[in-house]
């Protein structure tokens, strides 16, 4: 009698491993079901941004993102509801329900923001760019950016603590499992001799294979929601990356055209000023595919075109550009060169863009009236360039972190990428970039790049 009931544990045992071995492949799929939606989510997003800014044309992009998000759904509700079937006690009910919950609500949200996506795009049809920009920033781009997201971290968070709750269950079951076959082959030993004591010395190979087998899986599922949060941040960087990169030739757009449409704008001031927007447009076209590729490879670096650039005419054309941010700032630039002539290997649009960044932060940082200096020499570190400005100069804890991504110093605005995203230029290009305070007040920005080796056009 005794052996059949410590037979009966030990058989029951098994069979709760078994229910909590299908519970761990349901959670294992639930967290792959939701891994896809954020993917689904963030290819709806760049395709979004491609759209406003490249036009319709791109509208068959727009429906696959949206059928994938689609598809994406269905399984992430497969699989909450597979949960709730599976659940071995209250407590895991109640937590599958909650997903069902979750994954309604998602799906609802996505809805409402793809509705006024839809809005977005019937007014952009009508030839009402700035409202349709409105709704997108306000009802599209907010939404995903903060309540979608708050949704689904809760989503990854709730599945991640569950997982790891079960890798601690299956380990109190393995324990379970070694006593109840334990006693079995103890209880055994006693009736069936030598039997008994050949189960004892196998104390459930089934049950430390179980067990191997959560261990493998929680692991498996920690390493692909570190992989998600990773992607997250990924992407909230890329978005930062984007508003900040898009705001400098969108503000010269703007200065110029205010240029053109002056009444005492004579037709050479309107031609040039045309021209100026039609060289910003391109390089807004430019900056955006490079924005499309940097979200499709997850904020890894993107490749060089490098070759040789007389630099000289590059940072000229970079302060002529900046003069439209200047001048609403009553900020002057004053551009100097010793070493006009000295050439570098570099992908120009790329290190213009960093020129630009730094000249920007110079000017946000000058009281009106003030002058920005830009000059270029040759070293024997290579070439150098300094933008100086009249500022108050930067605070000693702020010179540390200035180039950390993200970074606001006192008194500073916007999102505190900037001079980030400069350094994350000019390493590219081998070279060193470095903001200090001058003696005389103010700050200067240096770059410091090495000369072109090879031969030159």
Do not use: C
Not at 59 to 82: G, H, K, N, P, Y
Not at 168 to 178: D, G, H, I, K
Not at 286 to 304: M, S, T, W
């Amino acid at each position: 009698m005794w052996l059949l009931a410590v037979l009966g544990l030990a058989g029951w045992t098994l069979s709760n491993d078994a229910r909590r071995a299908t519970r761990m492949n349901g959670l294992a799929a639930e967290m792959s079901s939701i891994q896809d939606v954020d993917a689904a989510i963030a290819n709806y997003a760049a395709q979004l941004a491609r759209f406003f800014l490249l036009g319709r044309d791109q509208q068959a992009d727009l429906r696959s993102a949206r059928l994938a998000i689609e598809r994406a759904f269905v399984t992430f509700a497969q699989t909450a509801r597979t949960q709730v079937a599976i659940a071995i006690d209250a407590d895991e009910t109640q937590d599958a329900l909650r997903d069902v919950e979750n994954a309604r609500r998602m799906l609802e949200l996505y809805h409402a923001i793809d509705q006024a996506t839809a809005r977005a795009i019937v007014l952009d049809r009508d030839h009402q760019p700035a409202q349709a920009m409105t709704v997108y920033e306000g009802e599209v781009d907010f939404r995903l950016s903060t309540e979608f997201a708050a949704l689904l971290d809760d989503a990854r968070t709730g599945g991640q603590t569950r997982i790891d709750a079960a890798g601690r269950t299956a380990a109190v079951a393995r324990q379970q499992a070694l006593i109840a076959w334990s006693l079995a082959a103890a209880s055994g030993a006693i009736l069936l001799g030598l039997t008994a004591l050949m189960l004892w010395r196998r104390p459930s190979p089934a049950a430390d294979t179980l067990a191997q087998a959560y261990e493998a899986r929680a692991e498996e599922l920690r390493d692909s929601n570190r992989r998600l949060r990773e992607t997250d941040a990924r992407r909230g960087q890329f978005l930062a990356d984007v508003s900040h990169e898009l705001r400098t030739p969108l503000t010269i757009l703007r200065g110029e055209a205010d240029v053109a449409l002056l009444p005492r704008a004579g037709p050479e001031e309107q031609r040039r000023s045309l021209e100026r927007i039609q060289d910003q447009a391109e390089e807004l076209g430019q900056l955006l595919d490079d924005l499309i590729a940097f979200a499709r490879f997850e904020g890894e670096a993107l490749p060089l075109h490098l070759a040789p650039v007389l630099l000289g005419d590059l940072l000229a054309a970079a302060v002529d550009d900046a003069e439209a941010l200047a001048e609403p700032r009553e900020v002057v630039l004053d551009l100097s060169m010793t070493a006009r002539g000295v050439w570098v290997s570099a992908e120009a649009r790329r290190l213009k863009q960093a020129l630009i960044i730094g000249i920007d932060n110079a000017i946000n940082h000058s009281p009106p009236g003030s002058t920005v200096k830009a000059s270029l020499a040759a070293t024997e570190a290579g070439a150098e360039i300094r933008i100086s400005d009249q500022g108050s100069g930067i605070s000693a804890e702020d010179e540390e972190r200035v180039f950390d991504r993200f970074y606001r110093g006192s008194g500073s605005t916007g999102l505190g990428i900037g001079l980030a995203i400069a350094k994350g230029i000019v390493d590219q290009h081998s070279g060193t970039i470095t903001l200090t305070n001058d003696d005389e007040g103010g700050a200067t920005l240096t770059i410091v790049l090495p000369l072109h080796a090879g031969p030159l056009p």
